[in-house]
């Protein structure tokens, strides 16, 4: 059982698996649907189409995404804030492991963006390729709206609902949510992986899946590792933030280069991309067997 599980046995009420996810999906079908129909009232007010989109992002962060984990955490437990390890500090040697591997595996993650965005689907699917692709088109266009605005202020908004209030309701929704769930009857790792690939799917971005399910897995594995979801949060946002500031720049006339093209190989060898991914797996390695003897260490003392 792990450091998360434990903490929360105390205030803990037995709901089945099933009985859970009934909760969750329909706590998240009844908020789906209040943002339909909020977001059709906002159609009716004279703001920006960014400003727009954005309070649409900032309600479905709140009403689709951190409700439903709030509702089934507070039948489930007398302790929700515990139970979602929302009271939890994130020790900060995983907080300083999450941006190293985030630095060292940057090349490796943008050379799978790029392979996963040129794929071909066979001919027969050429029209279910068109409707992804437009798909990913339309969430483009969406992310350039919000990404157009160069003050400051569109600078900090942009952080504080893209970068913030997306980690931390996705984070809530996807590892506090179902993957808690899960690897409460499943192994750790199934949990961590069904919650990733679910993730992925519900960004509905073909040609973006794979290195979206590899983010989602990291995310996965620090909540897991360290029993607080604040860490998951703050990888989260922090890439989600990088991605928000670079544009900035870029569009500032700042700074030009695109973080998403660094160590990509369009042909050849990828090199850069196979020692980025080497270098993050040896550091993920020591990290694990650094946790393994803090966690035996500690173990010894406690039975002191």
């Not at 400003?51 to 039948?75: E, G, H, K, Y």
């Not at 709206?145 to 996705?170: F, W």
Request: proline share 2%; with cysteine; aromatic share 14%.
């Amino acid at each position: 059982m792990s450091k998360a599980m434990k903490r929360y046995d105390a205030g803990k009420i037995e709901i089945s698996l099933v009985s859970k996810f009934c909760l969750f999906g329909a706590s998240f079908i009844m908020m789906f649907f209040a943002l339909s129909f909020i977001t059709l009232m906002l159609k009716e007010i004279p703001i920006s189409e960014r400003n727009r989109i954005l309070t649409t992002s900032a309600l479905q962060c709140v009403l689709v995404f951190i409700v439903p984990a709030m509702v089934v955490a507070r039948i489930e437990s007398r302790k929700p804030l515990d139970l979602l390890s929302i009271d939890t500090r994130p020790g900060w040697q995983y907080i300083v492991f999450a941006i190293l591997c985030y630095t060292t595996g940057m090349c490796a993650l943008n050379q799978l963006i790029y392979w996963n965005d040129i794929i071909t689907l066979p001919e027969s699917l050429t029209e279910i390729e068109e409707t992804m692709r437009e798909w990913e088109e339309n969430s483009r266009q969406f992310a350039n709206i919000i990404l157009s605005d160069t003050s400051i202020g569109g600078l900090v908004s942009g952080i504080l609902i893209v970068g913030l209030l997306t980690g931390i309701s996705e984070e809530l929704f996807f590892r506090a949510g179902i993957q808690r769930m899960l690897s409460e009857t499943f192994s750790r790792h199934v949990a961590i992986w069904i919650s990733a690939i679910v993730f992925s799917a519900m960004h509905f971005q073909f040609f973006g899946f794979f290195p979206r399910l590899i983010l989602g897995a990291f995310f996965g594995y620090l909540y897991a590792w360290s029993g607080s979801i604040w860490t998951a949060i703050f990888a989260h946002a922090l890439n989600n933030s990088l991605v928000v500031i670079s544009s900035w720049l870029s569009a500032r006339g700042i700074f030009s280069f695109d973080l998403e093209r660094l160590g990509v190989s369009e042909s050849g060898i990828p090199y850069a991309a196979l020692i980025s991914a080497i270098i993050t797996s040896l550091l993920i390695y020591k990290f694990l067997d650094w946790r393994k003897y803090n966690i035996s260490w500690q173990i010894r003392h406690s039975e002191k």
